[in-house]
């Protein structure tokens, strides 16, 4: 380890002796004051760095600010000195669902989290698969995007009305994952038919009630995603949906709509040219 310390073989050596759990106190403190601000930053998120070596990270003259943020989320810092570092959040990264971890957060850690006053601490809480309602309620509204968008993501009962509006303001990252959360809502979709955003159009297909007019205009959408959610929508007008069997696109889609009677069914099982296709029992 010595070796790394003194004479690196290459540049990345210090950024992965960083990570070590198993680090002695004095490396810690040799670290924290190493000249790349990488190794800084690995260093400023131990939960066994010193209170003297927090004090000069939270002033660390990184232009990037990448290592006063790292400090700044340390669990041993109060509200108050956590107010006092000059950090920024990022906003241009993803916000996925990510796995329970396979031993659970201590709930009064994580509600520390959830009511903290810094977004990534409230973005950490927001992860938990076991949220309470009261936290849920607090954080679906919160300030932060990446607050609101990562519960979405995550929460198996995250509410309707979350999820739409985290559908609609994020554009990163796993974003259609929000639409096949259990709680996203069908009813009143419709409304984004018209919408600039292709993604969003394509939400009004999902709507039970969306009117056939409107169905059959978007099978005609300039985004091809939309036209085959389209073609499949059971309230596309039969002579369209007939016209769409035979179109080159979105034959496919149109088979698999289930405004399909049997009988066409069976007449599109027969004209089946390839002979190990589906036999008609699966299509019934």
């Known amino acids: 380890m010595d070796s790394v310390l003194t004479a690196p073989a290459g540049e990345n050596e210090r950024r992965m002796i960083a990570y070590n759990p198993s ?10 004051a190493d000249p ?5 930053e690995r260093i400023a998120y131990r939960a066994d760095l010193g209170p003297a070596e927090r004090r000069a990270l939270a002033v660390d003259p990184d232009p990037k600010v990448k290592v006063r943020l790292a400090v700044s989320v340390h669990p041993a810092l109060s509200e108050r000195e956590r107010a006092a570092i000059d950090y920024e959040v990022p906003t241009d990264r993803g916000f996925h669902q990510r796995p329970a971890p396979s031993v659970p957060r201590d709930p009064e850690d994580v509600r520390r989290d959830a009511l903290s006053a810094h977004p990534v601490l409230r973005r950490k809480a ?18 932060d995007l ?3 968008v990562t519960l979405a993501q995550n929460h198996p009962d995250a509410p309707a009305a979350l999820l739409l ?24 979709l ?18 039970p009630e969306t009117a056939p007019a409107v169905v059959e ?17 059971p309230n ?37 040219g390839d002979p190990a296709g589906p036999c008609v029992d699966t299509l019934i």
């Open 217 to 233: 205009r978007l099978t005609s959408d300039p985004d091809p995603a939309v036209r085959a959610a389209a073609a499949r929508h």
């Open 36 to 40: 790349d601000p990488e190794v800084r």
């Open 23 to 32: 680090l002695p106190a004095d490396v810690v403190v040799l670290l924290a």
């Open 146 to 148: 990446g607050v609101r």
């Open 236 to 272: 596309l007008p039969r002579p369209r949906l007939t016209e769409l069997l035979d179109d080159e696109e979105l034959a496919h889609p149109a088979a698999a709509n289930p405004a399909l009677d049997v009988a066409e069914i069976r007449r599109l099982a027969r004209t089946l």
């Open 126 to 143: 927001a992860r938990v698969h076991e949220l309470p309602p009261d936290l849920v309620a607090r954080l679906a509204d919160d300030e």
């Open 165 to 188: 509006r985290s559908f609609l303001e994020y554009t990163g990252p796993d974003r259609a994952h929000l639409a096949t959360r259990p709680n996203f809502p069908t009813a009143r």
């Open 190 to 207: 419709a409304a984004f038919a018209d919408h600039e955003d292709p993604e969003v159009r394509a939400l009004a297909v999902r709507d």
